[in-house]
């Protein structure tokens, strides 16, 4: 059951990771399973059979996403780009709870760490203006293999890091058109050097926020919860009438909604569970009961 989860888990990351505005960083995040997948990734070979149980079905579902549900999310991102928009501020906002309370389980709260969290929800807040000011420009004909090593080494604080926008990265660096067209067209000379940059990358600032989280637990886990408030902007509607407004405040409530039911689903098993304990419990007491009157 918990494999059948996570490769529906994958399928909304797979999904998000090439849909505007929607980070896969935030989508680990939501379902929690952020910090598990930095473990088994950095820790691999350290248990082969345990990690690959738990990653294969998260990239199966992560492939299925992408190849069939990405073009659904698309078009109901085009077709009602109020209502999925909405739906999605509501997961970001349902989950927001849960994440404090989890940051404050290992470590004690301190008044400080709000700092960390308002200091990522700037810089997130940042680059969403920065995206929608950037002109691209850049036709790439003068860009070597070198760069596009490093372009794809820093697009990886996009990929690993919650709420920070590959695409912002991108253009900043001036290859966002060019990647785009490369992918359009499997154009192999730009994007295996990104490639490589990008996996190289990504394993390390996935080093480095796992030492982050376990020097500073807290300060890191706020600062993650920052980026992603941060997205929420990103998601924003634009441009909306009063009815408008209506229906995205009760798709963000059934968004809300849509966050809490795998906690629903975790407090059922675990009620279930301890229902079934008791049972047992009650049962092997009423054979010793019966043996010891034999």
Do not use: W
């Not at 926008?165 to 001036?174: A, D, F």
């Not at 993650?224 to 009063?242: C, D, N």
């Not at 209506?246 to 963000?252: D, E, K, M």
């Amino acid at each position: 059951m918990k494999g059948f989860f996570n490769i529906i888990k994958g399928i909304f990351i797979g999904a998000g990771a090439i849909v505007p505005g929607v980070s896969s960083g935030v989508l680990c995040v939501i379902f929690g399973i952020y910090e598990k997948l930095l473990d088994a990734v950095l820790n691999f070979f350290k248990d082969i059979k345990q990690n690959t149980k738990f990653l294969f079905p998260i990239i199966l579902g992560v492939g299925i996403g992408v190849l069939l549900f990405s073009n659904i999310l698309n078009y109901l991102l085009y077709e009602f780009p109020i209502q999925t928009k909405s739906i999605f501020i509501g997961l970001i906002m349902g989950t927001i709870p849960s994440l404090i309370r989890e940051a404050n389980e290992k470590e004690e709260f301190k008044p400080q760490n709000v700092i960390y969290l308002l200091i990522a929800l700037a810089i997130g807040t940042v680059t969403v203006l920065l995206e929608n000011t950037i002109h691209i420009t850049n036709s790439g004909e003068d860009i070597n293999s070198m760069y596009l090593i490093i372009c794809g080494a820093i697009m990886s604080l996009g990929i690993v890091v919650p709420g920070v926008s590959s695409t912002i990265i991108l253009m900043l660096l001036g290859v966002y058109a060019i990647y785009l067209q490369s992918i359009a067209n499997v154009y192999l000379p730009v994007l295996v050097p990104m490639g490589i940059g990008l996996i190289l990358g990504s394993i390390l600032v996935m080093k480095l926020t796992k030492r982050l989280l376990e020097r500073h637990y807290a300060k890191t886990f706020y600062s993650i919860i920052g980026f992603t408030i941060g997205s929420i902007f990103v998601l924003m509607p634009q441009g909306m009438t009063g009815t408008e407004y209506i229906l995205s405040i009760l798709c963000v409530i059934l968004g809300i909604y849509i966050s809490h039911i795998p906690d629903g689903i975790k407090h059922f098993r675990s009620f279930s569970t301890h229902r079934t304990g008791k049972a047992l419990k009650k049962v092997h007491f009423t054979l010793q009961s019966r043996e010891k009157d034999l």
